[in-house]
C-alpha cells in the first residue's frame, strides 16, 4: 500500500511506500531511513519536473500526458525523448485507450495507467 505525498507517514505505518506528486519538489525525504524495498512513486509532466523526480530518487515516475491533449501534452515523440534521458522505470499516463495501447510499446514505458482507460471497459458477459 501507498501513500500519497506523506512520506514520513508512510514510514510511520509502515507502509510499502509513497507517492510523491509533481508539484512536490521537496528533498527532505532523502535524509530519512526507508526500509530495503520502500517503493517511492513520482509523477512528471516537463523535463524540468521529470529532472526533479530524478533528484528525489523516485523508483518510478509517472510521464503524463503521452495521448491526451491538455496542458500537459507531450505526445508519444516527446514521452519518447524523456524516457530515454533516464535508467528509472516510466508508466505512461494520460488519454490511453485500446487504439493507442500498442503505440506505448514503441517507447520505453515499462507500464501504463489511467482512469479512462479502465473505466470505459465493459463489465461481464
Not at 23 to 41: A, Q, R, V, W
Request: glycine residues 6%; proline residues 2%; aromatic residues 12%.
Amino acid at each position: 500500500m501507498l501513500i500519497s505525498n506523506n512520506i514520513k507517514l508512510s514510514i510511520k505505518l509502515d507502509l510499502d511506500g509513497a507517492y510523491i506528486p509533481s508539484f512536490n519538489k521537496e528533498y527532505l525525504h532523502l535524509s530519512y531511513f526507508l526500509k530495503k524495498n520502500f517503493i517511492l512513486i513520482g509523477s512528471a509532466h516537463n523535463l524540468k519536473e521529470f529532472r526533479i523526480k530524478e533528484k528525489q530518487n523516485v523508483n518510478q515516475i509517472f510521464l503524463s500526458s503521452i495521448f491526451k491533449k491538455n496542458n500537459n501534452y507531450l505526445g508519444i515523440s516527446k514521452f519518447k525523448i524523456f524516457s530515454n534521458y533516464t535508467n528509472k522505470k516510466i508508466i505512461a499516463l494520460g488519454g490511453i485507450s485500446k487504439k493507442n495501447l500498442k503505440l506505448i510499446k514503441l517507447t520505453k514505458s515499462s507500464g501504463f495507467a489511467g482512469i479512462s482507460y479502465f473505466k470505459n471497459k465493459k463489465k461481464g458477459p
